[in-house]
């Protein structure tokens, strides 16, 4: 699949058939993570990958708010992966922050997510990109370090249906020529 295609192609993915994820499947969306670009290379990324019934079932409980339309997916998806960042090196020279925006783990955690999204949908998996949940529970289950912090989930799997296309803003809505307020 070329990458324009996977772009406009990939959407999320709510519901899973319960066929496992092969391994080498697993191996190349990891891998496209780690071709992610990042502050400096510093490649602040972690990955914690989660495949017990379980642990997918506890997490799935501190989705937020209670009937939040992922947690089926996080309880059921073959594979979760808990996407996190480890703190203070991205964005950072010489133990300084570099611009006004501090910390830039999560700039670089979204372009790792980014990767893995499109991969998955490339290799025929599906995602949703997990954001509203108790990060600090979750961390406490996923074992982090206090230097490593959580920032989403991602279910992973064999989609049991084809989600359609929400609609898309026109360039005209969000495209500004030179300055702000001067259209396409």
């Known amino acids: 699949m070329e990458v324009l295609e996977a772009i406009r192609t990939r959407r999320s993915v709510r519901k899973y058939a319960p066929d496992p994820v092969p391994d080498e499947l697993l191996r190349q969306v990891l891998e496209a993570a780690r071709w992610a670009p990042s502050w400096a290379n510093t490649q602040c990324w972690e990955i914690v990958v989660v495949r017990d019934p379980e642990r997918k079932k506890a997490l799935s409980e501190l989705l937020v708010p209670e ?9 059921t998806a073959p594979v979760v992966l808990a996407i996190c960042g480890r703190k203070g090196i991205s964005g950072f020279y010489k133990g300084q922050p570099v611009t006004e925006k501090g910390d830039w783990l999560m700039f670089d955690v979204a372009l790792a997510v980014q990767n893995i999204c499109l991969a998955a949908h490339a290799l025929g998996l599906g995602t949703v990109i997990v954001g509203a949940l108790d990060h600090a529970r979750a961390g406490e289950l996923l074992g982090l370090p206090e230097d490593v912090e959580l920032v989403v989930l991602i279910p992973l799997g064999k989609p049991a249906h084809e989600p359609k296309a929400p ?3 026109e360039l005209s809505e969000f495209v500004h020529l030179e300055r702000y307020g001067q259209k396409l």
Do not use: E, G, M
């Open 167 to 169: 609609p898309r803003k």
């Open 67 to 75: 009937r939040n339309p992922a947690k089926n997916a996080v309880a």
